[in-house]
């Protein structure tokens, strides 16, 4: 049995891709799909520092670098920073800041920008 297939070039090169990493041992599994900067919303140049910094693994699919959605979402996870919530001081308060900034004017400390 014989089996011919004519494929165009867009066909073949995706093909290619698809069976250069199930040869290499980097398929994605089925439930963790290969994502891009877009699927996260993610800038394009943020994407690629951090696989040049080596803080996210990518493989390289044709053009795209392409990285699994968990260790994406894992390297998204370690970027947050929590956030510290800083109360408004009160307007009896001002009086000391106004005092301080005074002192230091008047010590040469300070100078005034108009």
């Known amino acids: 049995m014989r089996l011919v297939l004519e494929l165009d ?23 963790d799909p290969l994502v891009g900067p877009a699927d996260l919303n993610v800038p ?7 696989i040049k910094s080596g803080a996210l693994k990518a493989h390289k699919v044709g053009r ?6 968990s260790d994406a979402t894992a390297w998204l996870g370690q970027l947050e ?17 106004d005092e301080e900034i005074q002192a230091l004017l008047q010590a040469g400390k300070l100078r005034r920008v108009k």
Not at 9 to 31: F, I, K
Not at 81 to 97: E, F, H, I, K, W
């Open 64 to 69: 795209q670098l392409l990285a699994r959605r």
């Open 81 to 97: 920073q929590p956030v510290r919530l800083v109360q408004a001081a009160n307007d009896d308060s001002g009086d000391d800041t």
């Open 44 to 50: 394009v140049r943020t994407w690629r520092r951090a």
């Open 9 to 31: 070039d867009a066909t073949l090169d995706a093909l290619a891709d698809r069976l250069a990493l199930r040869l290499t041992g980097h398929a994605s599994p089925v439930g």
